[in-house]
Structures are given as structure tokens and as C-alpha cells.
């Protein structure tokens, strides 16, 4: 893939790490008022002027969260700034720069990594985030990717996993379960690619939830939303893994249980309809599968009124006492516990 891609294959040794590095970045400009040095010294220096700086990280690796098989290296670079950005939102917090570190293997030609790095400028700019350094290093075991993204938030805008009571109402943005579909056929059409490299992949049937998965969005809206909506939510998460476990975790930090209601779960009709096709349960999928990069967060109840009827968020339960513990009502009205992977269907 990379072969055909690229007709000219620049070996990455004739480019130098220094000159590498020069004409990855050299198109990346500063925009953020924040960001004082960029790239090119030894380290970036940033001034928040007295707000609370936030930064998240994480390291992606080849063949474990990612395969060059069907990713294009562009949505690689995109997808890779994205997920980082989407912890900042989550603190409901403004992502302002980040930092992108890669090893790679040396049989990569230079053109690969220009692609990659028309990704980060495209989530740049559409994010308006800084690019403000990084580390470029070889790899002999595949590719690896560590982004940080940093970001700013007044003192008591911040919003942690730990501030959830009882009876507040549990809310989600957008629809769930895309994103894991979307890499079942991926990885479908790659089996079959592998028994017949003639096959013509027909995807377009699958466009939104194979872009949920290859091209995710971080939900930078939201915050603005809710500031807009003058909402703050009591506790927030990003659903990295899938909303079962990123529940149990809002439960944990927050010290509170939850009821979570299975007809209030949103659901894309390519979603229903997919699971349908792959016989999955498409509530099992919404809670199970990850990579959705929605935000789900508690509010009081007496902030309803303020949220109600928004197209972008979905009020799938409340939390409750500790002690009853975190469950899914399900559409027949059974409560289930929920556990990291979904529900646990041996105990009610
Ligand atoms: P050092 O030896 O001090 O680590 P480097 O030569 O690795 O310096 O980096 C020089 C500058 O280039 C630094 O500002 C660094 O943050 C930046 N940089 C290095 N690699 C990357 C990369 N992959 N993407 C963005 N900036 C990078
Ligand atoms: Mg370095």
C-alpha cells in the first residue's frame, strides 16, 4: 500500500534527522497567543498567564492500535491527534497545542511521512491547535506514535471524573458503536482482499461508520455548548473504550452508582442495521466497542431544561447511590450489571 501510493520513495537516510524534522514541520505555523517557542529550541515554552494548564498523552502502536493495512498514513496522523485532543475536551478544557513524537523504520521513503504529517496539519487547523515540537526517532519492530496534547482551562472550569452525586442526569453527545463496526468491516474486507487482492471493496454502503472508525472527531463543540448552554457538567469522561467502562469509571471516581436505560442508548440506523448484518447486538456493540470519541458527562437535574431537546446530547440515565451499584435497564425492563466489556449477562 505504501508502494503504490507513493510513486516517488525518498529513502528517509539521504534526509538527515535534523533536515528531516526542518521539512516535516517547516509549514506549521504558531497560532495560539499561548505558544511563545515552537519548534526549534530545546524545548517549547508556553504562557497560560494563570490558568490551569492541561496535558494528556498517548503512545500508539503499530499492529496493536493501529494497521497500515487500511489506515492511510494521512487519517494515521489525523486519528493520532484527535484521540489526544479529545482527553482535553473531556476536562472541559480548550486544546491549544500539541507535541508529536514517531519512530519509524527506515523502509519508510520520506513521501509516507509527509502524508502522515498532512494529517496533523489538517487536525491542526480544523482543531486550531499549535504544533509546537516532538521527537523523531528509527524503529526496527514497526511504527510508534506518542502525541501530547496540552491545553487551558480557568480554575473552576475545569471538570473532573470525580463529581457525580446522585439523581444527577447521565448525558452523552452524539451516537455510539460506529467506530467498532466500522473496523468489523474494515477488517472483513481485508479477509477478503487476502483471497482475492482483485475485489473491489464496496464501502460506500458503510461510509459513516467506517469514517467513525479511520477519521473519529473530537467533540471540541461541546465544551463551547455547554459554556454557551451555561451548563457545567458535575463529572466528564471522553468514550475511548466504550460506555460501559467509561461509566464504571465516572461510578468509581465519583463514588456514586448508576441506572443506564438500553432504549435511550443513541444509535446510528447504519449502526442498527450493521449489527444486524454482522448478527451482533447493537447495544452490546454501543457499550462494548470503543473508539467512539463522544463525551459523556452528569449534570444536576435542574440543569435539564438548559440541555433538553439539543440534537447533540442524549440523556441515557442517572447516577444513584454507591451502594445499588451501576446497571442497564434493559427495553424488557430487567437490570442487568454493567461490566467494563458490556453487561455481565450471569448476574442480575
Ligand atoms: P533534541 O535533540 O533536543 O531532542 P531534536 O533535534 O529532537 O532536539 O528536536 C529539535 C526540535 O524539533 C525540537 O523543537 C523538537 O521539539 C522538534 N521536533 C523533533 N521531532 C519532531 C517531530 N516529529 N514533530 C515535531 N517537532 C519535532
Ligand atoms: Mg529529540
Avoid at 455548548?225 to 465519583?254: F, N, R
Wanted: charged fraction near 25%.
Amino acid at each position: 500500500m505504501l508502494e503504490d501510493k507513493n510513486q516517488q520513495r525518498t529513502p528517509l537516510e539521504k534526509m538527515g534527522e535534523f533536515g528531516l524534522i526542518k521539512h516535516l514541520t517547516q509549514n506549521f505555523e504558531l497560532n495560539q497567543a499561548s505558544s511563545e517557542m515552537g519548534i526549534g529550541d530545546d524545548a517549547a515554552v508556553l504562557d497560560f498567564e494563570g490558568k490551569k494548564t492541561i496535558v494528556s498523552t498517548d503512545l500508539l502502536v503499530e499492529g496493536v492500535h493501529f494497521d497500515l493495512a487500511y489506515m492511510p498514513l494521512k487519517h494515521l496522523g489525523y486519528k493520532s491527534v484527535v484521540v489526544n485532543l479529545s482527553d482535553v475536551y473531556a476536562m472541559n478544557a480548550i486544546a491549544t497545542q500539541i507535541t508529536v513524537s514517531i519512530a519509524v523504520s527506515n523502509r519508510f521513503p520520506l513521501e509516507a511521512l509527509e502524508e502522515f504529517y498532512e494529517g496533523v496539519a489538517l487536525a491542526c487547523k480544523l482543531y486550531n491547535v499549535d504544533l509546537v515540537g516532538g521527537d523523531t526517532t528509527s524503529s526496527k519492530t514497526g511504527m510508534l506514535i506518542s502525541v501530547t496534547a496540552i491545553g487551558v482551562a480557568e480554575t473552576d472550569g475545569i471538570v473532573y471524573r470525580s463529581g457525580a452525586k446522585p439523581n444527577d442526569l447521565l448525558v452523552v453527545s452524539g451516537d455510539l458503536g460506529g467506530a467498532y463496526l466500522g473496523l468489523q468491516v474494515l477488517e472483513r474486507e481485508k479477509e477478503v482482499f487476502k483471497v482475492n487482492p482483485n475485489s473491489q471493496p464496496d464501502l460506500e454502503p458503510y461510509a459513516y461508520i467506517v469514517e467513525r472508525q479511520l477519521k473519529p472527531e473530537a467533540r471540541k463543540d461541546i465544551p463551547e455548548l455547554l459554556q454557551k448552554l451555561e451548563v457545567k457538567p458535575t463529572a466528564m469522561i471522553d468514550i475511548s473504550d466504550g460506555l460501559s467502562s467509561e461509566i464504571l469509571h465516572l461510578c468509581e471516581a465519583s463514588e456514586v452508582g448508576c441506572n443506564l436505560f438500553e432504549d435511550k442508548v443513541p444509535l446510528d440506523p447504519i449502526v442498527i442495521s450493521t449489527s444486524e448484518e454482522f448478527k451482533m447486538d447493537s447495544t452490546m456493540i454501543a457499550l462494548g466497542g470503543g473508539e467512539d470519541y463522544e463525551l459523556l458527562f452528569t449534570i444536576d437535574q435542574a440543569d435539564y431544561p438548559k440541555i433538553k431537546g439539543n440534537p447533540n446530547l442524549t440523556v441515557i440515565g442517572h447516577m444513584t447511590e454507591q451502594k445499588e451499584g451501576a446497571h442497564l435497564i434493559t427495553r424488557g425492563d430487567t437490570k442487568i450489571a454493567l461490566t467494563a466489556q458490556g453487561w455481565n449477562s450471569f448476574d442480575s
